[in-house]
């Protein structure tokens, strides 16, 4: 309005104003989920309606079995970044982060973002997961026990589903989670100690198909230069004939005693496999090769 000559402008277009009374969750992504040799970890901080003026803090997520939770500890130089990416170099083990934002004068805080993880398929001293037996696919109803070792008194097995759900094992005893397996049980799986450790992670798949074959490979890295056994499986009939293997969807080999025998294990053959018998495939897996100095490797997924 100008007072002096009594005239008024339109009005303006409205705006709606919403208050809830949640805090907002960010969402935090990380690249790549499993780790390789020499690979930097990126983490992503993302808030709902992103607008300018947010700060953003990352976190390591430390399990807290007492509480069947995490507590969070502020990553180096973690705290208030301008920017909502944060790179971790040098990563070579299980490891689970956080973040969250902040803006305003007082400084007003979202919620903790959701934990999420990026995962080592390499054993190391500190904690490792054993899979008995020791084989990534399953068919539906069998027995499988993972087991944590390492010095540590208290553990708990976590699982990481395919629909992006974490759930603790249902049946832990002692150190051993003992599963009967079913296709929800297809995941990765990994040991949380209660010192704060993590081990090492594996992939499980369970065969959905009753009548279809199970290839049957090593759950953890084969080390460069070992021998290794890869077979095709049917729950009633464990040695199979005429079996088709395939190396990233290229058949490599048709072999009458149902079995693909590799001496010397070399890096080029990485990569996934899968077996076909009698017109049925089972499902690929993923075969990681590390050399005998890497220190960590990628891992077995579907």
């Known amino acids: 309005m100008k007072s002096s000559q009594h005239e008024t402008t339109e009005w303006s277009d409205s705006v709606t104003l919403t208050v809830s009374d949640n805090k907002p969750r960010p969402v935090l992504t990380v690249s790549p989920s499993w780790l390789s040799p020499g690979a930097s970890v990126t983490l992503n901080c993302e808030v ?17 079995l007492s509480e069947k939770s995490y507590s969070y500890e502020l990553l180096p130089d973690g705290s208030g970044t301008a920017n909502n990416s944060y790179i971790i170099h040098g990563q070579t083990h299980t490891a689970g982060y956080v973040c969250r934002a902040g803006r305003g004068d007082p400084e007003y805080h979202t919620d903790h973002s959701q934990p999420k993880f990026v995962w080592s398929a390499d054993v190391h001293s500190a904690a490792s997961l054993t899979v008995s037996p020791d084989r990534v696919q399953h068919f539906t109803s069998d027995s499988v026990s993972l087991t944590c070792e390492g010095n540590f008194t208290e553990w708990r097995v976590i699982k990481f589903s395919e629909d992006g759900r974490l759930s603790d094992c249902r049946r832990m005893t002692g150190s ?26 594996v992939n499980i798949t369970v065969q959905n198909d009753g009548n279809g074959p199970i290839l049957v490979s090593p759950v953890h890295p084969v080390t460069e230069g ?7 499986s049917l729950r009633t009939q464990k040695i199979l004939s005429n079996v088709f293997f395939y190396h990233n969807d290229k058949l490599i080999q048709n072999d009458p005693r149902g079995e693909l025998k590799i001496s010397a294990v070399s890096k080029s053959d990485e990569g996934f496999y899968k077996c076909q018998y009698s017109g049925r495939e089972s499902a690929q897996s993923w075969m990681s090769v590390k050399g005998e100095q890497d220190q960590n490797s990628v891992s077995f997924c579907k």
């Open 48 to 64: 709902e309606h992103p607008s300018a003026g947010w700060s953003f803090y990352w976190y390591k997520a430390v399990p807290d």
């Open 176 to 201: 051993t989670c003992d599963i009967n397996t079913s296709k929800s049980d297809t995941g990765v799986y990994w040991c949380e100690s209660g010192s704060g450790e993590f081990s090492s992670a």
């Open 226 to 232: 070992a021998s290794v056994s890869l077979s095709c």
